[in-house]
Protein backbone atom coordinates (compact mmCIF):
# COMPACT_ATOMS: atom_id res chain seq x y z
CA UNK A 1 0.00 0.00 0.00
CA UNK A 2 1.35 3.11 -1.20
CA UNK A 3 2.85 6.00 1.45
CA UNK A 4 0.13 7.67 3.65
CA UNK A 5 0.31 11.35 2.72
CA UNK A 6 -1.69 14.27 1.93
CA UNK A 7 -2.23 15.07 -1.38
CA UNK A 8 0.76 13.58 -3.55
CA UNK A 9 2.88 16.54 -4.90
CA UNK A 10 2.21 15.82 -8.72
CA UNK A 11 -1.38 16.02 -7.93
CA UNK A 12 -1.67 19.31 -5.85
CA UNK A 13 0.74 20.99 -8.28
CA UNK A 14 -1.17 19.74 -11.59
CA UNK A 15 -2.99 22.96 -13.29
CA UNK A 16 -6.08 21.45 -13.29
CA UNK A 17 -6.20 21.12 -9.62
CA UNK A 18 -7.57 24.72 -8.90
CA UNK A 19 -11.30 24.80 -8.37
CA UNK A 20 -12.11 27.89 -10.64
CA UNK A 21 -15.41 26.91 -11.92
CA UNK A 22 -17.55 27.11 -8.12
CA UNK A 23 -20.83 27.14 -9.91
CA UNK A 24 -20.98 23.50 -8.65
CA UNK A 25 -18.26 22.54 -6.42
CA UNK A 26 -19.63 18.50 -5.99
CA UNK A 27 -19.20 18.03 -10.10
CA UNK A 28 -16.24 20.51 -10.38
CA UNK A 29 -13.83 18.10 -7.24
CA UNK A 30 -15.57 15.04 -8.29
CA UNK A 31 -14.14 15.41 -11.89
CA UNK A 32 -10.64 16.73 -10.57
CA UNK A 33 -10.18 13.48 -8.23
CA UNK A 34 -11.18 11.18 -10.94
CA UNK A 35 -9.02 12.56 -13.53
CA UNK A 36 -6.16 12.51 -10.78
CA UNK A 37 -7.06 8.77 -10.27
CA UNK A 38 -7.29 7.58 -14.06
CA UNK A 39 -3.86 9.88 -14.75
CA UNK A 40 -2.31 8.30 -11.99
CA UNK A 41 -1.32 11.54 -9.95
CA UNK A 42 -3.53 9.99 -7.59
CA UNK A 43 -1.75 6.58 -7.55
CA UNK A 44 -3.09 3.31 -6.89
CA UNK A 45 -2.15 2.31 -3.18
CA UNK A 46 -2.06 6.22 -2.04
CA UNK A 47 -4.20 6.89 0.87
CA UNK A 48 -5.47 10.44 1.53
CA UNK A 49 -7.27 11.61 3.91
CA UNK A 50 -10.87 13.99 3.57
CA UNK A 51 -9.63 16.82 5.56
CA UNK A 52 -6.64 16.93 3.12
CA UNK A 53 -9.42 17.10 0.11
CA UNK A 54 -11.60 19.82 1.92
CA UNK A 55 -7.97 21.97 2.86
CA UNK A 56 -6.56 21.86 -0.86
CA UNK A 57 -9.51 22.69 -2.17
CA UNK A 58 -10.93 24.95 0.00
CA UNK A 59 -14.71 23.03 0.08
CA UNK A 60 -16.85 21.67 3.08
CA UNK A 61 -16.65 18.23 4.69
CA UNK A 62 -20.19 17.86 2.89
CA UNK A 63 -19.01 18.24 -0.30
CA UNK A 64 -16.38 16.19 -0.10
CA UNK A 65 -17.94 13.27 1.32
CA UNK A 66 -20.49 13.54 -1.70
CA UNK A 67 -17.73 13.25 -3.98
CA UNK A 68 -16.19 10.64 -2.32
CA UNK A 69 -19.60 8.57 -2.02
CA UNK A 70 -19.38 8.88 -5.81
CA UNK A 71 -16.05 7.77 -6.39
CA UNK A 72 -16.18 4.29 -4.18
CA UNK A 73 -19.27 3.53 -6.15
CA UNK A 74 -17.18 3.56 -9.57
CA UNK A 75 -14.61 1.18 -7.50
CA UNK A 76 -12.12 3.87 -7.08
CA UNK A 77 -11.60 5.12 -3.61
CA UNK A 78 -12.38 2.84 -0.51
CA UNK A 79 -12.80 3.79 3.05
CA UNK A 80 -10.25 1.95 5.52
CA UNK A 81 -11.55 2.71 9.18
CA UNK A 82 -8.38 4.67 11.11
CA UNK A 83 -6.76 4.61 7.68
CA UNK A 84 -8.06 7.09 5.22
CA UNK A 85 -9.24 6.79 1.64
CA UNK A 86 -7.38 4.21 -0.18
CA UNK A 87 -7.06 5.05 -3.95
CA UNK A 88 -7.81 1.53 -6.19
CA UNK A 89 -6.13 -0.16 -9.44
CA UNK A 90 -7.70 0.41 -12.53
CA UNK A 91 -9.14 -3.47 -12.12
CA UNK A 92 -11.56 -2.15 -9.52
CA UNK A 93 -13.25 0.72 -11.49
CA UNK A 94 -16.45 0.88 -13.55
CA UNK A 95 -14.55 1.05 -16.67
CA UNK A 96 -18.07 1.58 -18.62
CA UNK A 97 -19.81 3.99 -16.89
CA UNK A 98 -19.79 7.09 -18.46
CA UNK A 99 -17.61 9.52 -15.51
CA UNK A 100 -14.53 6.74 -16.08
CA UNK A 101 -14.73 7.24 -20.02
CA UNK A 102 -14.62 11.14 -20.03
CA UNK A 103 -11.83 11.05 -17.46
CA UNK A 104 -9.56 8.42 -19.11
CA UNK A 105 -10.99 10.34 -22.47
CA UNK A 106 -9.36 13.29 -20.94
CA UNK A 107 -5.99 11.98 -19.47
CA UNK A 108 -5.27 8.88 -21.63
CA UNK A 109 -7.47 9.05 -24.72
CA UNK A 110 -5.27 7.11 -26.89
CA UNK A 111 -5.75 4.16 -24.71
CA UNK A 112 -9.22 4.62 -24.12
CA UNK A 113 -10.14 5.34 -27.64
CA UNK A 114 -8.64 2.36 -28.64
CA UNK A 115 -9.85 -0.05 -26.35
CA UNK A 116 -13.58 1.34 -27.07
CA UNK A 117 -13.51 1.02 -30.66
CA UNK A 118 -12.61 -2.76 -30.57
CA UNK A 119 -15.48 -2.94 -27.83
CA UNK A 120 -17.73 -1.43 -30.61
CA UNK A 121 -16.24 -3.74 -33.36
CA UNK A 122 -17.19 -6.56 -31.27
CA UNK A 123 -20.44 -5.73 -30.69
CA UNK A 124 -22.16 -3.11 -33.16
CA UNK A 125 -22.38 -5.39 -35.75
CA UNK A 126 -23.96 -7.95 -33.65
CA UNK A 127 -26.67 -5.31 -32.22
CA UNK A 128 -27.18 -4.56 -36.57
CA UNK A 129 -27.93 -7.79 -37.00
CA UNK A 130 -30.36 -7.98 -33.91
CA UNK A 131 -32.39 -4.76 -34.99
CA UNK A 132 -32.99 -6.53 -38.66
CA UNK A 133 -34.51 -9.02 -36.68
CA UNK A 134 -36.61 -7.98 -34.24
CA UNK A 135 -37.11 -3.95 -34.65
CA UNK A 136 -40.20 -2.82 -34.65
CA UNK A 137 -41.74 -0.55 -37.80
CA UNK A 138 -41.26 2.39 -35.63
CA UNK A 139 -38.15 2.00 -35.10
CA UNK A 140 -37.10 1.32 -38.07
CA UNK A 141 -38.63 4.36 -39.62
CA UNK A 142 -36.49 6.28 -37.02
CA UNK A 143 -33.12 4.64 -37.81
CA UNK A 144 -33.61 5.17 -41.52
CA UNK A 145 -34.85 9.12 -40.76
CA UNK A 146 -31.32 9.40 -38.51
CA UNK A 147 -29.34 8.65 -41.19
CA UNK A 148 -30.57 10.41 -43.60
CA UNK A 149 -30.16 13.59 -41.25
CA UNK A 150 -26.31 12.31 -40.96
CA UNK A 151 -26.28 12.28 -44.76
CA UNK A 152 -27.66 16.20 -44.91
CA UNK A 153 -25.81 17.35 -41.93
CA UNK A 154 -22.43 15.71 -42.99
CA UNK A 155 -22.80 17.34 -46.27
CA UNK A 156 -22.98 20.32 -44.83
CA UNK A 157 -20.19 20.11 -42.79
CA UNK A 158 -22.13 20.63 -39.45
CA UNK A 159 -19.97 18.74 -37.37
CA UNK A 160 -22.36 19.17 -34.18
CA UNK A 161 -25.33 18.26 -36.06
CA UNK A 162 -23.73 15.21 -37.41
CA UNK A 163 -22.54 14.49 -34.46
CA UNK A 164 -26.14 14.69 -32.64
CA UNK A 165 -27.18 12.42 -35.35
CA UNK A 166 -25.02 9.84 -35.00
CA UNK A 167 -25.38 9.14 -32.03
CA UNK A 168 -28.78 8.76 -31.81
CA UNK A 169 -28.10 6.62 -34.70
CA UNK A 170 -26.27 4.32 -33.05
CA UNK A 171 -28.36 4.18 -29.72
CA UNK A 172 -31.38 3.51 -31.90
CA UNK A 173 -29.84 0.46 -33.55
CA UNK A 174 -28.46 -0.53 -30.10
CA UNK A 175 -32.07 -0.76 -28.99
CA UNK A 176 -33.79 -1.90 -31.73
CA UNK A 177 -33.01 -5.48 -30.92
CA UNK A 178 -34.33 -6.25 -27.80
CA UNK A 179 -31.37 -7.00 -26.02
CA UNK A 180 -31.25 -4.78 -23.04
CA UNK A 181 -27.66 -5.28 -22.77
CA UNK A 182 -27.10 -3.71 -25.94
CA UNK A 183 -28.99 -0.90 -25.06
CA UNK A 184 -27.37 -0.36 -22.24
CA UNK A 185 -24.25 0.41 -24.05
CA UNK A 186 -25.86 3.48 -26.11
CA UNK A 187 -24.05 5.71 -23.12
CA UNK A 188 -20.64 4.44 -24.15
CA UNK A 189 -21.41 4.80 -27.98
CA UNK A 190 -22.28 8.37 -27.20
CA UNK A 191 -19.13 8.66 -24.88
CA UNK A 192 -16.80 7.28 -27.51
CA UNK A 193 -18.59 9.36 -30.54
CA UNK A 194 -18.57 12.85 -28.71
CA UNK A 195 -14.99 11.56 -27.67
CA UNK A 196 -13.50 11.25 -31.06
CA UNK A 197 -14.87 14.45 -32.12
CA UNK A 198 -13.71 16.64 -29.51
CA UNK A 199 -10.27 15.20 -29.81
CA UNK A 200 -10.50 16.70 -33.73
CA UNK A 201 -10.56 12.83 -34.74
CA UNK A 202 -13.81 13.44 -36.70
CA UNK A 203 -13.53 14.92 -40.36
CA UNK A 204 -16.11 18.29 -41.19
CA UNK A 205 -17.15 16.24 -43.73
CA UNK A 206 -17.41 12.69 -42.98
CA UNK A 207 -16.59 10.39 -46.01
CA UNK A 208 -19.06 9.22 -48.59
CA UNK A 209 -18.83 5.55 -47.99
CA UNK A 210 -19.27 6.18 -44.17
CA UNK A 211 -22.78 7.88 -44.87
CA UNK A 212 -23.87 5.04 -47.30
CA UNK A 213 -22.81 2.48 -44.94
CA UNK A 214 -25.23 4.16 -42.34
CA UNK A 215 -27.64 4.30 -44.79
CA UNK A 216 -27.55 0.53 -45.73
CA UNK A 217 -27.58 -0.44 -41.77
CA UNK A 218 -30.89 1.46 -41.98
CA UNK A 219 -31.86 -0.04 -44.78
CA UNK A 220 -30.98 -3.55 -43.80
CA UNK A 221 -32.69 -3.31 -40.35
CA UNK A 222 -35.96 -2.13 -42.93
CA UNK A 223 -35.58 -4.84 -44.84
CA UNK A 224 -35.11 -7.51 -42.02
CA UNK A 225 -31.68 -8.86 -43.36
CA UNK A 226 -29.40 -9.01 -40.64
CA UNK A 227 -26.58 -10.48 -42.77
CA UNK A 228 -26.49 -7.20 -44.74
CA UNK A 229 -26.97 -5.21 -41.59
CA UNK A 230 -24.07 -6.79 -39.77
CA UNK A 231 -21.89 -6.50 -42.89
CA UNK A 232 -22.60 -2.59 -43.15
CA UNK A 233 -22.11 -1.89 -39.56
CA UNK A 234 -19.04 -4.23 -39.81
CA UNK A 235 -17.96 -1.52 -42.45
CA UNK A 236 -19.09 1.37 -40.56
CA UNK A 237 -16.97 0.15 -36.85
CA UNK A 238 -13.89 -0.76 -39.22
CA UNK A 239 -13.40 2.38 -40.77
CA UNK A 240 -13.62 4.32 -37.95
CA UNK A 241 -11.13 2.01 -36.48
CA UNK A 242 -8.50 2.68 -39.36
CA UNK A 243 -9.08 6.10 -39.47
CA UNK A 244 -8.17 6.34 -35.67
CA UNK A 245 -5.16 3.45 -35.43
CA UNK A 246 -2.60 5.92 -35.96
CA UNK A 247 -3.25 7.58 -32.30
CA UNK A 248 -2.92 4.59 -30.26
CA UNK A 249 -0.14 3.07 -32.49
CA UNK A 250 2.78 3.63 -29.65
CA UNK A 251 0.39 2.75 -27.09
CA UNK A 252 1.33 -0.24 -24.74
CA UNK A 253 -0.98 -3.02 -24.97
CA UNK A 254 0.08 -3.72 -21.06
CA UNK A 255 1.29 -0.18 -19.61
CA UNK A 256 3.89 -0.57 -16.67
CA UNK A 257 0.99 1.62 -14.19
Known sequence: ???ENQIPAEAADSPKSSLENRGNLHETLR???GQDIVSGRLAAGTIIKAEDLRARYD???SVVREVVRVL???GMLQPIRRVGLVVLAMSEWMLLDPL???WRMTEAPARQLRSLTELRVAIEPEAAGLAAQYAPAEAAEEIMGLAARMRASGRQGDV???LEADVEFHRAVLGAGGNELFAAFDTVIGEILAGRTGAGLMPKF???DALQWHFDVADAIGGQDPARAKDAMAKIVAKADAEMGSVWADEPRHPSN
Do not use: N, W
Open 59 to 61: VSL
Open 160 to 162: EAF
Open 206 to 208: PHP
Open 72 to 74: ESL
Open 100 to 102: VIR
Open 31 to 33: DQV
Open 1 to 3: MGE
